[in-house]
C-alpha cells in the first residue's frame, strides 16, 4: 500500500508506521485488564456498543431515542409504500448458520419493532430435549421457552427475491430481555467490541463456494440430485446476474463471482467491510440463494455431492480504530507481516485445534482436511505461508486491498459469525499474549517459530480441543460452548454419513 512519496521518504514514513503500530500495542495493554464480560447492545448504524450495565440488554426499545427511531421509520414507511410491502420476515441466525425466521404482515411492523417477535428458543439451539447433565446449570426447561428477536433496523432491506417482502436482521433475547448468549450474532458483535476497545478494527469479507444443482427425482426411496455440469460462468447468466444483483440491494457488494473446480461449482467473494457486516452478508447469501435458485429449478447447496463441504474462507486485515491503516502492511516496502499482524497470525496457529471445530463443524466438513493425505494420522499440521493457496493461512500482500490474512479452516457449512468471532478471539488472544512473532516459512532464527497446534480430523477429537482451549471458552462463553458441544455430541449419536448427505441437501441449501 506504499505511494510515491513513501517510496521518497522511506525513513520517516517508517517510523510514523512503527510509531502508529507502538501507540495501538500500548492502548491493547492499557485496555486488557478494563475488557471484560462486555455487555453488547444493537445500535442504529448496526454498529457495537460496550456497556457495564445490564439495563442496555433489559430494555432494548432504549436502543434508538424516539426522534432517532421516528426518522428511522419514516425511511422504511416510505420504502415500503414504494415497494408496496406486503410482509416482512424477521430472521435471526441459529447455531448452524441458518435463518430462522418470523413473517409478519407489514401493517403491524412498527409495533413488533417496539415488542420484538417470539419464538421458541429451540428454534435457534437446534437441540432436541437436551439433557441436565448436558448443559449443566442450565435446565432443560429453559430450552423449551421463548426468546424475542429484535430487530436492527439498519439491516431492513426490500428482498429483491421474494415478492412485495423485506427482510431485518435481528439480535435475540430472554423474555426478561437478557441477551440469548448462545446467539452467535451477539458472540461476534462482542468480540468485535472488545477488538474495538483494544484499539482495532476489523476489515473482512468471506469468499465461498456453493453447488448448484437440478431439481431432485425420487428413485427407489432415495434422493437423486444431478450438478448442473454445464453451468459456467456464460451458461447461465441470468441465475447469477439475478443473485448479484438482489445481493447488491440487500446491501452485500459481491466482488466477483466465478465457476469453480467442479462441475455445477461457483465461487463468491464479497467486497470486504468492517464490523459485523462481512458476516451479515455471508448470512444474506446463505438465503438468497437458495431462494434464487429455486425460481429457475435449481437447488443450490454448500455441500458437494461427492461427500466433501464447499470452503468457506474469511479474508480480514486488522486496521486502527480510526479505519485509516492497515496494521497488516508493513511500510518498509517489503511483502511482510508488520509485528501485530504476526502476533495476530501467532494466535491463530495457537487456537486452529478448537478453531476447526467451529470453522468445520461436521463429519464431512473436515474430510477436506485430510483428502490429499494417504496416511492414518489422526491430525493435520496448521500450515501458513506467503500467497500460498495451499496453506491454511495464506497471507497475501499484492492487490489494492493490502496485506490480509485467508483463513481458510472454514467451510460453507459454518456459521459465519461464530467465524467471525472466533477468528477475532483467538487473534486478540495473540496479540495479548506473544511476547514472540513468528519467523517466516524460509527463516529459521531471526524469529522465535511458534509450535501451532495440530488440526483433529475427526470431528469428536476436534471437540475435545474446543473444551480444553481455556481462551476460546471465555471468549465465546461457557453456555455456549455447552450448548454447541451437546449439539454436535448429539448430531454425531443419531447421525449416520450416509443420511448427513440428505441433511445437508435438505437443511443447509
Same mark, same amino acid.
Given at each position: 500500500?506504499?505511494?510515491?512519496?513513501?517510496?521518497?521518504?522511506?525513513?520517516?514514513?517508517?517510523?510514523?508506521?512503527?510509531?502508529?503500530?507502538?501507540?495501538?500495542?500500548?492502548?491493547?495493554?492499557?485496555?486488557?485488564?478494563?475488557?471484560?464480560?462486555?455487555?453488547?447492545?444493537?445500535?442504529?448504524?448496526?454498529?457495537?456498543?460496550?456497556?457495564?450495565?445490564?439495563?442496555?440488554?433489559?430494555?432494548?426499545?432504549?436502543?434508538?431515542?424516539?426522534?432517532?427511531?421516528?426518522?428511522?421509520?419514516?425511511?422504511?414507511?416510505?420504502?415500503?409504500?414504494?415497494?408496496?410491502?406486503?410482509?416482512?420476515?424477521?430472521?435471526?441466525?441459529?447455531?448452524?448458520?441458518?435463518?430462522?425466521?418470523?413473517?409478519?404482515?407489514?401493517?403491524?411492523?412498527?409495533?413488533?419493532?417496539?415488542?420484538?417477535?417470539?419464538?421458541?428458543?429451540?428454534?435457534?439451539?437446534?437441540?432436541?430435549?437436551?439433557?441436565?447433565?448436558?448443559?449443566?446449570?442450565?435446565?432443560?426447561?429453559?430450552?423449551?421457552?421463548?426468546?424475542? @428477536?429484535?430487530?436492527?433496523?439498519?439491516?431492513?432491506?426490500?428482498?429483491?427475491?421474494?415478492?412485495?417482502?423485506?427482510?431485518?436482521?435481528?439480535?435475540?433475547?430472554?423474555?426478561?430481555?437478557?441477551?440469548?448468549?448462545?446467539?452467535?450474532?451477539?458472540?461476534?458483535?462482542?468480540? @468485535?467490541?472488545?477488538?474495538?476497545?483494544?484499539?482495532?478494527?476489523?476489515?473482512?469479507?468471506?469468499?465461498?463456494?456453493?453447488?448448484?444443482?437440478?431439481?431432485?427425482?425420487?428413485?427407489?426411496?432415495?434422493?437423486?440430485?444431478?450438478?448442473?455440469?454445464?453451468?459456467?460462468?456464460?451458461?447461465?447468466?441470468?441465475?447469477?446476474?439475478?443473485?448479484?444483483?438482489?445481493?447488491?440491494?440487500?446491501?452485500?457488494?459481491?466482488?466477483?463471482?466465478?465457476?469453480?473446480?467442479?462441475?455445477?461449482?461457483?465461487?463468491?467473494?464479497?467486497?470486504?467491510?468492517?464490523?459485523?457486516?462481512?458476516?451479515?452478508?455471508?448470512?444474506?447469501?446463505?438465503?438468497?440463494?437458495?431462494?434464487?435458485?429455486?425460481?429457475?429449478?435449481?437447488?443450490?447447496?454448500?455441500?458437494?455431492?461427492?461427500?466433501?463441504?464447499?470452503?468457506?474462507?474469511?479474508?480480514?486485515?486488522?486496521?486502527?480504530?480510526?479505519?485509516?491503516?492497515?496494521?497488516?502492511?508493513?511500510?518498509?516496502?517489503?511483502?511482510?507481516?508488520?509485528?501485530?499482524?504476526?502476533?495476530?497470525?501467532?494466535? @491463530?496457529?495457537?487456537?486452529?485445534?478448537?478453531?476447526?471445530?467451529?470453522?468445520?463443524?461436521?463429519?464431512?466438513?473436515?474430510?477436506?482436511?485430510?483428502?490429499?493425505?494417504?496416511?492414518?494420522?489422526?491430525?493435520?499440521?496448521?500450515?501458513?505461508?506467503?500467497?500460498?493457496?495451499?496453506?491454511?493461512?495464506?497471507?497475501?500482500?499484492?492487490?489494492?486491498?493490502?496485506?490480509?490474512?485467508?483463513?481458510?479452516?472454514?467451510?460453507?457449512?459454518?456459521?459465519?459469525?461464530?467465524?467471525?468471532?472466533?477468528?477475532?478471539?483467538?487473534?486478540?488472544?495473540?496479540?495479548?499474549?506473544?511476547?514472540?512473532?513468528?519467523?517466516?516459512?524460509?527463516?529459521?532464527?531471526?524469529?522465535?517459530?511458534?509450535?501451532?497446534?495440530?488440526?483433529?480430523?475427526?470431528?469428536?477429537?476436534?471437540?475435545?480441543?474446543?473444551?480444553?482451549?481455556?481462551?476460546?471458552?471465555?471468549?465465546?462463553?461457557?453456555?455456549?460452548?455447552?450448548?454447541?458441544?451437546?449439539?454436535?455430541?448429539?448430531?454425531?449419536?443419531?447421525?449416520?454419513?450416509?443420511?448427513?448427505?440428505?441433511?445437508?441437501?435438505?437443511?443447509?441449501?
Amino acid at each position: 500500500m506504499n505511494n510515491e512519496e513513501d517510496l521518497l521518504q522511506e525513513d520517516s514514513t517508517r517510523d510514523e508506521g512503527n510509531e502508529t503500530e507502538a501507540n495501538s500495542m500500548n492502548t491493547l495493554r492499557r485496555t486488557r485488564k478494563k475488557v471484560t464480560k462486555p455487555h453488547v447492545c444493537s445500535t442504529e448504524v448496526g454498529e457495537t456498543d460496550m456497556s457495564n450495565s445490564n439495563d442496555c440488554m433489559r430494555d432494548s426499545s432504549q436502543i434508538l431515542t424516539p426522534p432517532q427511531l421516528s426518522s428511522r421509520m419514516k425511511h422504511i414507511r416510505q420504502a415500503m409504500a414504494k415497494n408496496r410491502l406486503q410482509f416482512v420476515r424477521f430472521e435471526a441466525t441459529d447455531l448452524h448458520g441458518v435463518s430462522r425466521s418470523k413473517t409478519i404482515p407489514a401493517h403491524f411492523f412498527q409495533e413488533k419493532v417496539s415488542h420484538g417477535v417470539c419464538m421458541p428458543r429451540g428454534y435457534l439451539e437446534v437441540i432436541p430435549n437436551p439433557k441436565d447433565n448436558e448443559m449443566n446449570h442450565i435446565r432443560a426447561t429453559c430450552f423449551n421457552s421463548d426468546i424475542v @428477536l429484535m430487530p436492527e433496523l439498519s439491516t431492513f432491506r426490500v428482498l429483491p427475491w421474494a415478492d412485495r417482502t423485506a427482510r431485518v436482521i435481528c439480535d435475540t433475547f430472554t423474555v426478561t430481555g437478557e441477551p440469548l448468549l448462545t446467539s452467535p450474532r451477539y458472540i461476534a458483535k462482542r468480540q @468485535l467490541s472488545q477488538l474495538q476497545a483494544s484499539g482495532f478494527s476489523l476489515l473482512s469479507a468471506f469468499i465461498y463456494d456453493f453447488c448448484i444443482f437440478g431439481v431432485p427425482e425420487i428413485l427407489n426411496s432415495k434422493i437423486i440430485s444431478f450438478p448442473a455440469s454445464t453451468f459456467l460462468n456464460n451458461h447461465d447468466q441470468p441465475f447469477m446476474q439475478e443473485l448479484v444483483d438482489g445481493l447488491y440491494h440487500t446491501g452485500a457488494n459481491v466482488e466477483s463471482f466465478s465457476s469453480s473446480t467442479r462441475p455445477g461449482q461457483m465461487e463468491i467473494s464479497f467486497l470486504p467491510e468492517f464490523g459485523i457486516s462481512s458476516a451479515d452478508n455471508a448470512f444474506t447469501l446463505r438465503t438468497g440463494v437458495k431462494e434464487v435458485a429455486r425460481k429457475y429449478n435449481y437447488i443450490a447447496s454448500f455441500f458437494i455431492e461427492t461427500g466433501f463441504c464447499d470452503s468457506g474462507i474469511l479474508s480480514h486485515s486488522l486496521w486502527d480504530v480510526d479505519r485509516t491503516k492497515n496494521m497488516f502492511c508493513s511500510t518498509s516496502g517489503t511483502e511482510q507481516l508488520t509485528i501485530t499482524g504476526k502476533k495476530w497470525l501467532a494466535g @491463530l496457529l495457537k487456537h486452529s485445534a478448537a478453531l476447526s471445530c467451529l470453522m468445520a463443524p461436521s463429519v464431512s466438513c473436515r474430510k477436506r482436511y485430510s483428502k490429499d493425505r494417504k496416511d492414518l494420522k489422526k491430525s493435520v499440521p496448521t500450515t501458513w505461508g506467503y500467497n500460498d493457496n495451499s496453506c491454511i493461512f495464506n497471507i497475501k500482500c499484492h492487490g489494492e486491498k493490502g496485506t490480509r490474512i485467508e483463513n481458510k479452516l472454514g467451510s460453507a457449512t459454518a456459521n459465519p459469525y461464530l467465524v467471525l468471532a472466533a477468528t477475532v478471539a483467538a487473534g486478540l488472544d495473540g496479540l495479548h499474549s506473544s511476547n514472540e512473532v513468528l519467523a517466516g516459512p524460509d527463516e529459521s532464527t531471526d524469529f522465535y517459530q511458534v509450535e501451532p497446534s495440530e488440526i483433529p480430523l475427526k470431528l469428536e477429537d476436534a471437540l475435545v480441543a474446543l473444551e480444553e482451549d481455556q481462551c476460546l471458552r471465555q471468549a465465546l462463553g461457557e453456555t455456549f460452548i455447552r450448548y454447541f458441544v451437546a449439539m454436535k455430541k448429539y448430531e454425531l449419536e443419531n447421525e449416520e454419513i450416509a443420511a448427513e448427505r440428505n441433511k445437508f441437501l435438505e437443511y443447509f441449501i
